[in-house]
């Protein structure tokens, strides 16, 4: 009698989508929305696809290259 119960049981939480779907997130849902929010906030609040530009603060006077040393060299041939 008890094996019968479980076997209906079973054939309904395999062939049924929606009641698939709800034992699917009693057992797993909570946690994976729990990690998404602990990672959003990891991330600092930022969506996805949304793009931030930092500036770097640079010198704006003189030029970007100072120069360097002169070294004399020989030709090998």
Do not use: C, S, W
């Amino acid at each position: 009698m008890l094996l019968k119960y479980l076997f209906i049981i079973t054939l309904i939480i395999l062939f049924v989508p929606p009641v698939r779907r709800f034992v699917f997130y009693l057992l797993v849902g909570r946690q994976l929305v729990k990690q998404q929010k602990q990672q959003a906030a990891g991330r600092g609040g930022r969506r996805e696809g949304e793009i931030r530009v930092e500036n770097r603060p640079g010198k704006k006077n003189g030029p970007r290259y100072k120069g360097g040393e002169y070294v004399d060299y020989e030709e090998v041939k």
